[in-house]
């Protein structure tokens, strides 16, 4: 099993461009999320979803969308990239009420 | 409001040191407490609680859950400098569909 991959590792970003993290899981879980942590910060939620075809936001949604097609894939889009979204990004999954299982991270900066 | 606190933010300790890691939480229908330690990258799995008093135990790392008093302890018995890390509590809860995370404790342990 490959757990939860993400895709790119890092990336520089332009402001106002957009971009597309990839995130992907091979455990059949059915909970999916997306987590931001900043400097010295813990982990924020930005969205997440229960099952294929249903997603909600978390604490800190604004200037991301995502999508859940499949059970096993999560992207996070970024619309029209700012300086405040500089940031490690982490997908992770898991089975309700069990651990979470994180992805490597994606580490952004947004210049 | 739900929240986890986790003291102290930061300790720098000498190797072989016993050192005791804090998470406080106040959340609505606790489920169970979840320790993680992240190093450069993603968080990797140490505890799962759920029962009050009852030791979860793994090499030189331990830890409890009091759910009357609502506080978590991690203990790393002689410190080792591959135990630098940031160690992060989160909480969750029946019926919700995150985890709440503390801001996480960074452990520096000095050869």
């Known amino acids: 099993n490959a757990g939860v991959t993400q895709t790119p590792k890092f990336r520089i970003l332009k402001i106002g461009q957009s971009m597309t993290l990839q995130c992907t899981q091979d455990m059949n879980h059915n909970y999916m999320y997306w987590y931001r942590q900043d400097p010295g910060m813990g982990l924020k939620l930005i969205y997440y979803?229960?099952?294929?075809?249903?997603?909600d936001k978390g604490e800190v949604p604004n200037g991301y969308n995502v999508s859940r097609s499949t059970t096993e894939d999560f992207p996070l889009r970024l619309e029209l990239a700012a300086p405040s979204q500089t940031s490690v990004y982490f997908c992770a999954s898991r089975v309700v009420p069990e651990k979470l299982f994180f992805g490597s991270g994606t580490q952004l900066s947004v210049l | 409001e739900d929240k986890v606190v986790q003291s102290p933010l930061s300790l720098v300790v000498h190797e072989g040191d016993t050192v005791t890691l804090n998470c406080s939480y106040e959340v609505t229908n606790f489920r169970s407490l979840l320790w993680y330690k992240q190093e450069k990258k993603a968080p990797t799995f140490l505890f799962m609680l759920?029962?009050?008093?009852i030791e979860k135990k793994s090499g030189r790392l331990s830890s409890i859950l009091d759910k009357k008093e609502l506080f978590s302890i991690l203990n790393i018995t002689a410190t080792q400098t591959g135990d630098s890390a940031v160690y992060l509590c989160a909480v969750d809860q029946t019926g919700a569909n995150n985890l709440f995370f503390g801001t996480g404790t960074r452990l520096t342990v000095i050869p």
């Open positions: 979803s229960v099952g294929a075809g249903i997603t």
């Open positions: 759920t029962s009050s008093g």
